[in-house]
């Protein structure tokens, strides 16, 4: 079992930044990869960044040039870095602690933190 507990997420206007942090305790020998996760209301979750245990990383083209994911080993701990956030941003984001070859495999979710941009 891996336990994730997320923090981070709040309201903020648009253009600001958030940090998401995802902490990983349990049985975290077992993950290969650690991704973040949104969804919006009436919308399908979908992936926004990830990194594996060697360091490579994704990010989604949603995100890309404003997002970046890294990881504290030492802490177990993976983040989201956001900035220049628009309106569309606003989810609810998700850690997940991978199991599989790739992030989209099973996994382990934590419980999500709000993000609201506001226009």
């Known amino acids: 079992q891996v336990q994730l507990v997320e923090s981070g997420g709040g309201l903020v206007q648009a253009g600001g930044s958030l940090r998401l942090s995802c902490a990983a305790s349990?049985?975290?020998?077992?993950?290969?990869?650690m991704g973040w996760y949104r969804q919006a209301p009436g919308k399908q979750r979908e992936l926004v960044a990830s990194?594996?245990?060697?360091?490579?990383?994704m990010i989604a083209d949603s995100v890309k040039g404003r997002s970046t994911i890294s990881r504290d080993n030492a802490k177990n701990t993976v983040y989201l870095q956001m900035n220049s956030l628009k309106p569309e941003d606003t989810a609810k984001y998700y850690c997940?602690?991978?199991?599989?070859?790739?992030?989209?495999?099973?996994?382990?979710w934590g419980q999500g933190t709000q993000v609201t941009v506001s226009s």
């Open positions: 997940k602690a991978g199991l599989g070859l790739s992030i989209t495999e099973f996994g382990y």
């Open positions: 349990g049985s975290i020998f077992s993950i290969n990869a």
């Open positions: 990194i594996t245990s060697g360091g490579r990383t």
